[in-house]
C-alpha cells in the first residue's frame, strides 16, 4: 500500500523558508517517494524546483540557496491520478487575477472528471494529467471579491479527499475536505527573532524544525495565513467524518499526533486489543519493522510474553527501485529485511504486522521466519482483512488482486504457509483507534471502505459558511 503524497508550507518574514521546507519534507518522506518539488514567494516573485526522486535526489544545496522567500510550499508525490511524470510533479505554479500561486496537494479528487470536461469546455488547457492541477485551475478561475470569497467558491467545487496548500505572492492557505479523509495540522514557529505559521500533513515535519503542534485543521476548514495573521473559513458542519482508518493503522508516522494524542499510543492500544483477541502460546512477539512496532510493544505488553526483535530492516532501502518478478519477490523481501536466526532458532513466534494486501510479501516473510529456524510462525494483524479498493488516495490493490477477496481467513493462512493467522475485528479496531471512545462514536468518525465496502458518501457540493475568526498576531 502506498500513500498519495505529502505537503508543507510555511509562512514567516523574516526567515528563508526554502530550508525548513527541505528538512520538512525529509521528514515526510514515507507519504510520497516518486517526486518532490518546493516553491517559494519573496512577496512578488513565486520560485519553483522540482523533480523525480526522494528529496535527498532532488536538492542540493546551491538550488536551495536559489529558492529565496518568506512563503513557501513543499510536496512529496507518490501518484495515484496522473502517471509518475516530471510533468506531473508538484507544487504546481500557475498564473492568477492575483498573481501566481504554487500549489499542492495529498488525496484524489472524486469529481475529477466532471472539473476537467467544465474547465475543457470554458477553453482552458490542462498541462497536466494529474487532479491537482485541476484544483489550481478551479482556484485560479473562481474569482471572488476577496480571497475568502474564492475559497469558499473553490471548496463548494471539490469532491473527495484533498488535504491541500497553496502559496500566492503573499499569504499562505491550507484547506481540507469536508471529511477530514486525509490529514492537515497547523503549527506556530519561533526563530532567529522571527515567528510564523506552518501547515503539515503530519506533525512529525514540525518537530523536525522545531515548530509547535498548535491543532489540527478541522474537516472543511480553510485557513488563509498573510500579514493580518491568520483567518479560518469554516464549512458548515458536517455530521459525519470519515478520516482514513489506515492513516491511523500504518500510513502516519507514531510520532506525529491525530485526535490529541500520538499515533505510537493507538497503535500500541491496537496491539493490546489484538492479543485480548487472539492470544496464543509463544515464546515472544516481533513486529514487521518498521510500521508494526508499537502494536508489537502493545501485543507483548497485553500477553505478558517477551517483545524482540526477529528482523533488522535495512533502512537505506527507500524503496525497491526494481520491483521483482514474482519468482524474485522473497529476494526483494531478502533486500529488506535480514532475520535474527539466533533470536529465532526453535521458536514459536508471534508475529505482528499492519496488514495484508495481497499476500506475497506476508508469504516470503513467513518462509524466511521458518527457514531461519522459526518453530511456529503465528500471524497478527492490526486490521481486518482488507477486501475492497481504495477510491480515496491510497493505491492499494484491484479487487482481484486483494487475497481477502478471494479467499476465506483459513485458506489465507494455509497460502501464507503460518501456523495461525487472525485479524484484528472491525469492533476492535474501532475500540482502539480513539482513546476512550466507544465503538458507536468510532465509526463515525472513520472511513474503513476497503475493510467494508462502505464508502463514504462524498457530498456533491460543500456548502460553505465565512466563519471569521479573529486573526491571531504572530
Ligand atoms: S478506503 Fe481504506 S485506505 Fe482508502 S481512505 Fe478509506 S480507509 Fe483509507
Same mark, same amino acid.
Given at each position: 500500500m502506498k500513500d498519495k503524497c505529502a505537503v508543507f508550507g510555511v509562512y514567516a518574514p523574516g526567515l528563508r523558508v526554502a530550508n525548513l521546507i527541505y528538512f520538512s519534507l525529509f521528514a515526510l518522506q514515507h507519504r510520497g517517494q516518486e517526486s518532490s518539488g518546493i516553491a517559494v514567494s519573496d512577496g512578488e516573485r513565486l520560485f519553483v524546483h522540482k523533480d523525480m526522486g526522494l528529496v535527498s535526489q532532488v536538492f542540493e544545496e546551491k538550488i536551495l540557496e536559489?529558492?529565496? +522567500?518568506?512563503?513557501?510550499?513543499?510536496?512529496? $508525490? @507518490?501518484?495515484? #491520478?496522473? &502517471?509518475?511524470?516530471?510533468?506531473?510533479?508538484q507544487p504546481f505554479l500557475l498564473e492568477s487575477d492575483i498573481g501566481p500561486i504554487a500549489?499542492?496537494? =495529498?488525496?484524489?479528487?472524486? =469529481?475529477?472528471?466532471?472539473?476537467?470536461?467544465?474547465?475543457?469546455?470554458?477553453?482552458?488547457?490542462?498541462?497536466? #494529467?494529474?487532479?491537482? !492541477? %485541476?484544483? +489550481?485551475? %478551479?482556484?485560479?478561475?473562481?474569482?471572488? /471579491?476577496n480571497l475568502q470569497e474564492r475559497l469558499v467558491r473553490t471548496l463548494s467545487e471539490l469532491s473527495g479527499a484533498f488535504s491541500v496548500v497553496i502559496s500566492t505572492k503573499d499569504s499562505l492557505i491550507g484547506f481540507r475536505d469536508a471529511l477530514g479523509i486525509r490529514p492537515l495540522c497547523l503549527g506556530t514557529l519561533s526563530k532567529n527573532g522571527s515567528s510564523g505559521w506552518v501547515i503539515s500533513s503530519e506533525s512529525c515535519a514540525l518537530q523536525t524544525i522545531g515548530a509547535d503542534f498548535v491543532r489540527e485543521v478541522e474537516p472543511g476548514e480553510a485557513v488563509? *495565513?498573510?500579514?493580518?495573521?491568520?483567518?479560518?473559513? #469554516?464549512?458548515?458542519?458536517?455530521?459525519?467524518?470519515?478520516?482514513? %482508518?489506515?492513516?491511523?493503522?500504518?500510513?502516519?508516522?507514531?510520532?506525529? *499526533?491525530? !485526535? =490529541?494524542?500520538?499515533?505510537?499510543?493507538?497503535?500500541? $492500544?491496537?496491539?493490546?486489543?489484538?492479543? $485480548?483477541?487472539?492470544?496464543? &502460546?509463544?515464546?515472544?512477539?516481533?513486529?514487521?519493522?518498521?510500521?508494526?512496532?508499537?502494536?508489537? *510493544?502493545?501485543?507483548? @505488553? !497485553?500477553?505478558?510474553?517477551?517483545?524482540?526483535?526477529?528482523? %533488522? /530492516?535495512? &533502512? @537505506?532501502?527507500?524503496r525497491t527501485f526494481i520491483q521483482p518478478e514474482e519468482s524474485l519477490r522473497k529476494i526483494g523481501v531478502r533486500l529488506k529485511f535480514n532475520p535474527l536466526k539466533e533470536q529465532l532458532y526453535g521458536k514459536k513466534v508471534i508475529v505482528v504486522d499492519d496488514s495484508i494486501v495481497r499476500g506475497h510479501t506476508t508469504k516470503a516473510i513467513v518462509t524466511l521466519?521458518?527457514?531461519? +529456524?522459526?518453530?511456529?510462525?503465528?500471524?497478527?494483524?492490526?486490521?481486518?482483512?482488507?477486501?475492497?479498493?481504495? =477510491?480515496l488516495g491510497i493505491d492499494m490493490a484491484t479487487h482481484e488482486e486483494l487475497i481477502a477477496n478471494k479467499k476465506t481467513v483459513n485458506e489465507i493462512c494455509s497460502y501464507l504457509g503460518a501456523d495461525s493467522l487472525h485479524y484484528l475485528s472491525l469492533d476492535g479496531l474501532y475500540k482502539s483507534s480513539l482513546k476512550n471512545a466507544d465503538i458507536h462514536s468510532a465509526r463515525k468518525k472513520f472511513c474503513a471502505a476497503c475493510l467494508t465496502g462502505e464508502y463514504p458518501s462524498i457530498p456533491d457540493s460543500q456548502p460553505h459558511s465565512l466563519l471569521q475568526e479573529p486573526a491571531l498576531n504572530f
Open positions: 536559489k529558492l529565496d +522567500g518568506f512563503i513557501g510550499i513543499g510536496h512529496n $508525490r @507518490y501518484s495515484t #491520478t496522473g &502517471r509518475s511524470s516530471l510533468q506531473n510533479a500549489l499542492a496537494h =495529498n488525496g484524489n479528487l472524486t =469529481n475529477y472528471q466532471d472539473l476537467q470536461k467544465k474547465l475543457i469546455e470554458q477553453g482552458d488547457t490542462l498541462q497536466t #494529467t494529474s487532479d491537482s !492541477e %485541476i484544483i +489550481g485551475k %478551479i482556484f485560479v478561475s473562481l474569482k471572488g /471579491k488563509i *495565513i498573510s500579514k493580518n495573521g491568520v483567518v479560518s473559513l #469554516t464549512a458548515a458542519a458536517q455530521k459525519k467524518r470519515a478520516f482514513c %482508518i489506515f492513516e491511523k493503522i500504518y500510513f502516519m508516522r507514531p510520532d506525529s *499526533i491525530s !485526535e =490529541n494524542e500520538l499515533i505510537y499510543e493507538t497503535r500500541f $492500544r491496537m496491539g493490546q486489543e489484538l492479543a $485480548r483477541e487472539s492470544f496464543v &502460546r509463544a515464546d515472544g512477539v516481533m513486529p514487521i519493522p518498521d510500521s508494526s512496532v508499537p502494536a508489537a *510493544i502493545g501485543f507483548a @505488553y !497485553e500477553s505478558k510474553l517477551p517483545f524482540f526483535e526477529g528482523l %533488522i /530492516k535495512n &533502512r @537505506y532501502i527507500a521466519l521458518k527457514e531461519s +529456524g522459526a518453530e511456529e510462525v503465528h500471524l497478527r494483524i492490526t486490521s481486518p482483512p482488507i477486501r475492497h479498493p481504495c =477510491n
